[in-house]
């Protein structure tokens, strides 16, 4: 007996329904990035190792994707290097490739490679399927959709005002209450000279950023095991526990960094920012400055942001920051860039538990012609062909057979409205439009057809 098919752990099918709902979650970020003057690009889904490796930090590096060197793959290697196992010598040798981690390293590439084509700042979106060799669970898959959008070329910190809109207006859209959270490398980096820690800022970073998923107690071990002493430890513990409003949380690191010009930097960028949202722009969301973000990726060096969904449990569901110096590993030094990236799948799974879909998206097919033969099918076609020209989704039963089964069609699809053309609907010039909703049914022109389906 053949065995029965599947798909590797961590990845999804998606039916017409549910892709209904994504293609309303994709055009809605699209539509508002275009608000804002943002073009679309794409990229590979592979890129060579040399360009996503050391991008990510050595966490990230070991959730790469290799894709094995087609042909003889092994031509080159010895055997003792297998039989040691040497796996990372071996995946130099045997991969030049590898799937794309995210969509902003690949962006950086693009920029580098496409320099003189390009207008700076550019303002650029992306919206494709990115992979990680992550353990499999609830809201984190291995391969995924992002939905990025990026400013390079400019230092401005509007470019980072205008994202939170992005990022508010998204949600609000959709009918979701997030709060978005914001912090700043530097602040992180000047909380790290405070506690004598300069250079362990990456193992700062790295062990906070994990505080929502492991707890404080776990990240004080990781700590721990990563060369702080117990009293830098100590030292960290009021500033990850910090509370109440953004200025105050601000005014009282304003003392806490009175020493470290990097972390004051770094608040006066944060207190930019919040300040120009607060006052400027009519913000739907919550904006919270929580100095226990750290966004785990090296390339970040300015501001940084993450967004909760507050009624859902999950992880983040949106995230990104600024990253001055990314093109700068690809030879072009001077860059600047801000990013933000939607995280289309767990905003998936969060309408789908709040079942805040419109009810449009989820309804595919408006209006079903039941065939009852050559003769009536002929009648129909140019009535369906108005309804389409008229916008509404039109199917017409393409096989005679019985009512009962047609209509069991129209009710297995959700489709809200079934025309009826028989000889004496024929006669008149006439169709009988059902509403599958209300059981109504009623005699109707083409013309009324349509009038009533747009109601």
Not at 371 to 400: H, M, V, W
Request: proline share 3%; hydrophobic share 40%; net charge negative.
């Amino acid at each position: 007996m053949a065995q029965k098919p599947s798909i590797p752990k961590g990845t999804r099918d998606f039916g017409p329904q549910e892709m209904a709902c994504r293609n309303y979650i994709f055009n809605t970020i699209r539509q508002v990035y275009a608000l804002y003057g943002f073009q679309q690009i794409e990229t590979p889904a592979m890129e060579n190792l040399g360009t996503l490796m050391g991008k990510y930090g050595e966490e990230g590096d070991k959730l790469l994707f290799k894709i094995l060197n087609s042909g003889d793959f092994l031509r080159g290697t010895c055997s003792e290097e297998i039989e040691k196992g040497a796996t990372g010598h071996l995946a130099a040798q045997l991969c030049e490739k590898g799937l794309r981690y995210d969509l902003t390293v690949p962006f950086a590439r693009y920029v580098v490679q496409h320099r003189e084509e390009l207008t700076l700042p550019f303002r650029r979106y992306q919206i494709q399927p990115v992979w990680r060799a992550d353990r499999p669970q609830k809201g984190r898959y291995r391969e995924f959709y992002q939905c990025d959008a990026d400013v390079v070329g400019s230092d401005s910190l509007l470019n980072e005002v205008e994202l939170m809109q992005i990022v508010d207006t998204v949600f609000q859209r959709f009918g979701i209450r997030v709060c978005i959270k914001i912090n700043n490398r530097k602040i992180l980096s000047g909380i790290a000279e405070m506690i004598g820690a300069a250079d362990k800022i990456v193992d700062i970073t790295v062990a906070i950023d994990k505080l929502d998923k492991i707890g404080l107690e776990n990240v004080n071990a990781e700590l721990l095991e990563n060369g702080l002493s117990e009293a830098q430890v100590e030292k960290l513990q009021p500033i990850i526990n910090l509370c109440g409003t953004n200025a105050e949380k601000i005014a009282t690191m304003r003392q806490v960094l009175k020493d470290s010009e990097v972390g004051q930097k770094g608040l006066d960028e944060v207190e930019y920012v919040l300040n120009m949202l607060n006052v400027q722009c009519s913000m739907f969301n919550e904006m919270e400055l929580d100095l226990t973000l750290a966004r785990g990726l090296n390339y970040y060096t300015g501001c940084i942001f993450e967004v909760k969904a507050l009624d859902v449990q999950i992880g983040s569901i949106t995230g990104g920051g600024r990253y001055d110096n990314l093109t700068g590993i690809f030879g072009m030094p001077g860059i600047s860039g801000v990013g933000i990236s939607f995280g289309a799948d767990r905003i998936y799974d969060v309408l789908n538990q709040l079942n805040l879909y419109p009810e449009e998206v989820t309804t595919a097919t408006q209006l079903l012609f039941i065939n009852f033969g050559e003769t009536e099918t002929n009648y129909c076609l140019p009535i369906a062909d108005k309804a389409r020209q008229a916008g509404i989704r039109t199917e017409i039963y393409p096989d005679s057979v019985k009512m009962k089964k047609q209509m069991q069609y129209a009710n297995a699809k959700n489709i809200p409205f079934v025309a009826i053309a028989g000889e004496t609907e024929i006669a008149e010039g006439k169709v009988m439009l059902k509403n599958m909703l209300s059981g109504d049914q009623k005699l109707v022109t083409p013309e009324e057809l349509v009038s009533e389906i747009q109601k």
